[in-house]
């Protein structure tokens, strides 16, 4: 079954700082005419950092989209062609006290399959050490490390809602 | 700490059929003016539906922004103001064969957090009936009972990517 759509041409809607929006016609498998407005977008990286009593380092984190403060682990768009190991390890120590040694990959994930090319890739820290923290001009982060448990019971209660840490908590479960 | 940032002024960027593009230009906490790029989107439901072999379905879909065959739980975008319930009852039965006696709350993720106003509306349907497809115009699925194991190693080895159905089985696997 040929499932795939072929572009008939691109405009683009907005060229911005994090996301550019295009509008595509295509011809979908059955040869009927659709557009498809897509969120073109770096990618980004994240980070699960958990200490040797099983503790997973969460910020919270401001959210303007949501008008919330959000539960998340550290994580930060991609520059353009960046590889993601640089930028998880930065925005980890960006955004927190912690510089790792050395992370392992995850998985990637495709959070908004049905309008936006991102991709998220996850990496667990597992050897951390404090250093000073670096916060972007315009971020404002507290991080605390809670317990896995309690973590597991905040995704269980609708605390914790952010995808790409939900996932992040359940690549690190199925590898155990 | 306050961490909130206040609108200043917001422009429309791009109103389309799926998305809306604004621009707000907002004052962070510590009084600097920023500008946040922002997606505006009703949000959406998923149905993971699991039989009594604890059997998951999924189907296979043609995503266009990540021009990829994706696995994904059956799901769809909300109309303006729609009951998410009764969107993910129509999904399952728009995108499979399936149509659910009922359907119970899984939980709500936060998929792009940076720069998106969606939800997706995760819930379980357990008690389903096969019934005839009536795919959308433009939709091109297929649809297939795969082992809950199965299921998880296929999220272990990168097979499935799709954020919502790794948090859906992430709480099927919490609430078990």
Known sequence: MNMEEKLVNSKTIYDGKVIKVIKDK???PNGNESYREIIKHNGGAAVLCINELEEVLL??????AYNEI???????????????????LRELEEETAFKAKE???????????????EIIH??????????????????FIISEFIPLNKVKDMIKNG???DAKTICAISYYELNK
Chains 1, 2 share one sequence.
Not at 59 to 64: A, V
Not at 74 to 88: F, H, I, Q, T
Not at 103 to 117: A, D, E, Q, R
Request: glycine share 4%.
């Open 59 to 64: 910020i919270k984190q401001y959210r303007y």
């Open 26 to 28: 295509v011809i979908c």
């Open 122 to 139: 996850l990496f667990l820290a597992k050897d951390c050490k404090i250093t000073k923290t670096n916060f972007d001009d315009d971020e």
């Open 159 to 161: 605390i914790i809602k």
């Open 70 to 88: 959000l539960y998340e682990i550290p994580a930060g768009k991609l520059e353009k062609d960046e590889d993601p190991y640089n930028a998880a």
């Open 103 to 117: 992370l392992i990959k995850l998985g990637s994930i495709y959070p908004t399959c049905g309008y936006s090319s």
